[in-house]
């Protein structure tokens, strides 16, 4: 017996459009982690001028939270070798990239008109809010489920038609 995780590879894929869906979404992800880490010291203050019904703390705490899900949801969707542990902790930090963003910039929308930038690329392109980016938010929403379901870390039942 092995007090090490045993990493194991990832499941075949359901079909070949979950493969395609589950790269776009880490491609999407690579993006905005890799924008909002080149302007994080204005991202983690663009964060605060939501005024955000969270703590001081928790609101400043919001955007390290927010890179380290885009980063560490990467992996279920790239079908790296991991534990199954893992890869299911992967899979939910998508689905988090997904609601926070949705949260955030509906919160931004219908509270926040006057911000600056809705901060999917960071404060290095400033994105104007609107209902487009509570639209791009709730598309991830459903790329994390297509990836989900497609690539699902836990065992599937099978079904057998009874003749």
């Known amino acids: 017996m092995s007090i090490l995780v045993k990493a194991t590879p990832a499941p075949r894929a359901r079909t070949d459009a979950t493969?395609?869906?589950?790269?776009?979404?880490a491609g999407i992800l690579v993006v905005l982690a890799v924008t909002q880490l080149f302007t994080f010291d204005k991202f983690i203050e663009l964060i605060p001028t939501f005024e955000l019904p969270l703590?001081?703390?928790?609101?400043?705490?919001?955007?390290?939270?927010?890179?380290?899900?885009?980063?560490?949801?990467?992996?279920?969707?790239?079908?790296?070798?991991?534990?199954p542990a893992?890869?299911?902790?992967?899979?939910?930090?998508g689905w988090l990239v997904a609601l926070l963003w949705t949260l955030i910039?509906?919160?931004?929308?219908?509270?926040?008109?006057?911000?600056?930038?809705?901060?999917?690329?960071?404060?290095?392109?400033?994105?104007?809010?609107?209902?487009?980016?509570?639209?791009?938010?709730?598309s991830f929403g459903i790329l994390a489920a297509w990836a989900s379901w497609g690539l699902w870390p836990g065992k599937r039942q099978t079904t057998k038609a009874k003749k």
């Open 55 to 83: 703590s001081i703390a928790a609101t400043y705490a919001l955007a390290p939270t927010l890179i380290a899900a885009e980063v560490f949801a990467i992996p279920f969707l790239l079908r790296m070798t991991l534990s």
């Open 105 to 138: 910039s509906l919160w931004v929308v219908l509270i926040q008109p006057t911000a600056e930038t809705v901060g999917f690329l960071g404060t290095l392109v400033d994105l104007v809010p609107g209902w487009w980016a509570v639209l791009v938010s709730i």
């Open 86 to 93: 893992f890869r299911a902790l992967s899979m939910a930090l």
């Open 19 to 25: 493969k395609q869906i589950a790269i776009l979404y």
